[in-house]
């Protein structure tokens, strides 16, 4: 068995991370590193109405029995409503439920790889580090575009277009839903508007990320850009991720949402899927989709989510004002959305507030703003101040010389 020829790899940058705060002895220690959502006392609780649910399902349940490789599909119907908004059906659409937004991606990406191997996926410069490697994994090449402007700490709109009009027919871009990870910057409507049409001039598909949809401006708001897309495309897919709205991080919820325009080219693209899924996982985990269920269909368990998931973005919100407030080169902050922002600070500064603070980022110094708190703000901003001044300096340094 020639496992000889396999190559070491790194481990995986932001699970290194998770195991190295967590051996840290530190009482005061801060985590702003993994995106997971955190209450003021630094827990990510179960949501009320998810134990709510799984009471439900604890006491309703009478069979464990296999649903499929499409999994619940009631779940996948509640989940096309959040998404594409309580619209006719449509007959050229479909849902399945994957393991999670990751497996939902991948089985895009198969999908892909199988109907056009030769397209090409575009990325965001910078993006979740796991994007690429699942599309390649599938098969499928990357090439990433402009994204993020270092200067407004907004997106770079005018070079990400110019990058996306050198696609190729059939190419696939890649579209952070809302919360982009990790910048936590986000598309206007006009934007959007402007991604669609761009879309259906060069025959560019469009992927859309969707895993924190509710954390930005509320679940209507966070999906009316999306939808706005979808509307305007003929073909088009999302990965769904509820890990996050519904704090399931471990149960691996999500769905893929497929739009190809006709029934037929629905009908084919849905066999092709679930015969992707069968050979990937066979069939998805039912709990965390049950769960879903459960609370989308009962008015009394989706208000109570609804309220749970609104103090959440509540407190990102008012973690974001305060952090912004603490420094001028902060200030972006404010405007952004979601779990995450890039700080303006380069790799030896993470290390050093590691080091001097017990404050835990990956390298490109991404923070989580979930893990802040009223008790930890200001020994995190004591923490990074003067990394900011230094930066800053530079930064003038450049405008100088230059
Ligand atoms: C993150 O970006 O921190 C999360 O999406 C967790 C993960 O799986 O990387």
Redesign the pocket.
């Known amino acids: 068995i020639p496992f000889a020829a396999l190559r070491p790899q790194q481990p995986?940058a932001?699970?290194a991370l998770i195991a190295m705060h967590r051996a840290d002895p530190r009482a005061d220690k801060i985590d702003v590193?993994?995106?997971?959502y955190r209450d003021e006392a630094g827990q990510t609780p179960v949501m009320r109405a998810v134990k709510a649910a799984e009471a439900d399902l604890f006491a309703e349940q009478r069979s464990k029995s296999y649903l499929g490789a499409e999994g619940d599909i009631r779940f996948a119907g509640l989940l096309t409503d959040l998404v594409f908004g309580e619209a006719k059906p449509e007959s050229g659409r479909f849902g399945l439920q994957t393991p999670g937004?990751?497996g939902a991606l991948r089985l895009g990406a198969q999908l892909l790889a199988r109907a056009a191997p030769l397209s090409r996926v575009w990325v965001s410069q910078p993006t979740?580090?796991?994007h690429a490697p699942t599309f390649a994994e599938a098969g499928l090449a990357t090439l990433v575009h402009p994204y993020f402007d270092l200067e407004s700490r907004g997106i770079a709109f005018e070079a990400m277009l110019d990058a996306l009009r050198q696609s190729r027919s059939g190419d696939v871009v890649l579209l952070h839903g809302c919360c982009h990870?990790?910048t936590g910057t986000q598309f206007t409507l006009e934007q959007w508007a402007e991604v669609a049409a761009l879309c259906n001039d060069r025959g560019l598909i469009p992927f859309i990320d969707l895993?924190y949809q509710g954390l930005g401006d509320g679940i209507d708001a966070d999906g009316a850009g999306p939808r706005q897309l979808l509307n305007a495309v003929p073909t088009a897919l999302v990965a769904y991720s509820c890990?996050?709205n519904f704090a399931l991080y471990r149960d691996r919820v999500g769905a893929l949402f497929v739009q190809t325009g006709t029934k037929n080219l629905g009908d084919i693209a849905r066999a092709n899927a679930l015969a992707l899924a069968r050979s990937l996982w066979s069939m998805p985990p039912d709990h965390g989709a049950a769960v879903v269920r459960t609370i989308l269909d009962d008015n009394e368990l989706r208000s109570t989510w609804n309220e749970e998931l609104d103090r959440m973005r509540s407190r990102l919100n008012r973690m974001r004002a305060e952090l912004a407030a603490a420094h001028s080169a902060l200030a972006p902050i404010a405007s952004q959305r979601g779990?995450?922002s890039l700080l303006p600070i380069g790799a030896g500064a993470v290390a050093k507030m590691r080091d001097s603070h017990g404050i835990y980022m990956p390298t490109d110094g991404?923070i989580?703003l979930a893990g802040l708190n009223e008790n930890n703000l200001p020994r995190f901003v004591d923490g990074l101040l003067p990394h900011l001044e230094q930066s800053a300096g530079v930064a003038q340094a450049t405008v100088a010389v230059g």
């Not at 590193?33 to 997971?36: I, L, R, S, Y």
């Open positions: 995986d932001l699970l590193g993994v995106g997971v937004g990751t979740w580090p796991n990870n990790p895993a890990d996050k779990l995450f991404r989580n």
